[in-house]
């Protein structure tokens, strides 16, 4: 009676499955028709991108110093400059951040003229800004003038450094121009290719600039002064379609929800948006299919694993934001995602060598098992080998697939916070997760069934060495994804 149960259960898996499919084919279809008009920070969630624009004069270096900031470290800096905790920016506060902000950036500013350090001070008031990012939330501009008063002398050396912002991930960029003074030997270039962080290419945004520091050497005195600043440029970037999901989905946080028929559509949406995203590069669909080509796992030990990465991944976003919410600046989300992936792959890793190990020896009793029988004997009894879907793997399987949060649901958990609607936030959230976990589960059902026509199907031989080869896949996904991270 409970394996007759059990049968009916694997057979409906693949039915529930097919019918969430279907809404997520649907939900895709209207997120694509109209999808949300928020704009994500073009370098990622994450990024604190600095500009420091140098011009050297006779009595001094001016830096026009820029801190550009994402959705999530400006959400951070927010709760800093909101002294009283109300929830809103006076004048008093605001110009009491920018003045301390900026002469504590002037001070992790090294300059040093011909072997002396010069200290860089403030020049004036500096200016701050929110423009709009994804989710509701808002990005942060800051511009800091500052200057390091000294006399300079044709023929000296001239070095600088931002040290600010250490180990943070972004775009950092320095520019050194003279006025009436020329520049000879310089290692930086004379124009800012982000027009001040405004404006950045979109051939370099998976590679950004990487430049904290400059040398070069003054020369003589000319006719040429140098160019005021750039006003702030419209950035024209090109949305990839993973860009235009991650704004979709962000934006549902403040378009959707107001009505019951809505928080049905919105979470329809997250559904679709969450299935899409796991189609993306990564997500163990590739592990999930490589471990199980080689165990004998059941449709039901498949959705127990896609339920689990739902919870861990709804879990994982709410672990962060809780972090992000309570430490501050104090916490940085992107250094905690390193060290999560890192660990992540460490653990496919393992497994992946745990498994090596193991299908090497039962491919070596199987090819033994088939040298001490006859053909005849052999095509009787057929393919014999167990090959147990243990807990571990499974578990592996869960972990891999759900412990690494989306920026994008950390985004719209956030703005949710931000806005008061932390119920609807988490319903988005779990929402995605689960149309992430069911594109895990549906790569499992296909890999369950072609893992039983390969048995059918193929040669003795190839049935049993293709377990071994999915083995050493794992093992190399796990090696890639820790090289990668670090």
């Known amino acids: 009676m409970a394996s007759r149960r059990r049968g009916s259960i694997n057979r409906r898996a693949p039915r529930i499955v097919a019918r969430l499919a279907l809404v997520l084919g649907v939900s895709s279809f209207v997120l694509l028709a ?18 420091d624009g140098l011009t050297v004069q006779a009595d001094g270096i001016d830096v026009d110093y820029v801190v ?34 900026c002469a504590r950036l002037a001070s992790g500013a090294t300059l040093t003229v011909a072997n002396a350090t010069v200290p860089v001070r403030p020049a004036t008031i500096g200016t701050i800004t929110f423009p709009p990012g994804a989710g509701g939330l808002s990005t942060m501009r800051l ?19 931002d040290g ?39 051939d370099l945004l998976q590679s950004p600039l990487d430049q904290r520091t400059a040398s070069f050497r003054v020369g003589g005195a000319t006719d040429i002064a140098a160019a005021a600043p750039v006003t702030d440029a419209t950035t024209t970037i090109t949305r990839s379609f993973g860009d ?16 019951p028929l809505l928080w049905m ?27 199980l080509v ?36 104090a916490f940085t989300p992107e250094v905690a995602y390193r060290w999560t992936t890192i660990a992540s792959g460490a653990v496919v890793a393992g497994l992946g060598v745990y498994l090596l190990v193991t299908r090497i020896r039962n491919a070596r009793r199987a090819r033994a098992h088939d040298m001490a029988h006859t053909h005849g004997h052999d095509h009787e009894h057929g393919h014999t080998h167990e090959r147990p879907a243990g807990r571990f793997g499974l578990a592996t399987l869960a972990v891999s697939g759900g412990i690494l949060p989306s920026p994008s649901a950390l985004i719209a958990l956030l703005a949710a916070i931000a806005i008061g ?24 059902f296909g890999t369950i069934k072609a893992r039983s026509t390969m048995d059918r199907r193929l040669s003795r031989r190839v049935a049993t060495w293709a377990p071994v080869i999915s083995a050493a896949c794992i093992c190399l996904l796990g090696t890639v994804l820790v090289a990668r991270t670090l």
């Open 294 to 329: 080689g165990s004998d796992a059941r449709p039901r030990q498949v959705v127990a694993v896609g339920a689990a990465v739902s919870v861990m991944h709804t879990a994982s976003v709410v672990v962060l934001g809780v972090a992000v919410l309570l430490a501050g600046r």
């Open 143 to 161: 511009e800091c003038p500052m200057h390091g008063k000294v006399a300079i002398r044709q023929g000296e050396t001239v070095s600088y450094k």
């Open 164 to 202: 600010n912002f250490d180990g943070r991930i972004g775009w950092h960029e320095v520019t050194v121009v003279g006025d009436r003074l020329a520049v000879l030997d310089s290692d930086a270039p004379a124009q800012s290719v982000s027009t001040r962080l405004t404006a950045y290419p979109a």
């Open 421 to 444: 609607r932390v119920v609807f936030g988490l319903a988005l959230v779990l929402a995605f997760g689960l149309g992430l976990a069911t594109i895990l589960v549906a790569v499992g």
């Open 265 to 291: 559509l919105a979470l329809a949406t997250a559904f679709a948006i969450g299935g899409i995203h796991a189609l993306g590069p990564g997500h163990g669909k590739t592990l999930m299919a490589a471990y």
């Open 34 to 51: 109209g999808g949300g008009a928020a704009q994500a920070h073009p370098l990622g969630n994450f990024t604190i991108n600095l500009y």
């Open 68 to 101: 550009d900031m994402a959705e999530i470290p400006a959400f951070e800096e927010k709760q800093a400059i909101d002294a009283n905790g109300d929830g809103a920016f006076d004048s008093t506060e605001t110009q009491s951040y920018v003045t301390d902000t």
């Open 244 to 259: 235009r999901l991650t704004n979709a989905f962000t934006g549902l946080v403040t378009t959707g929800g107001s009505t």
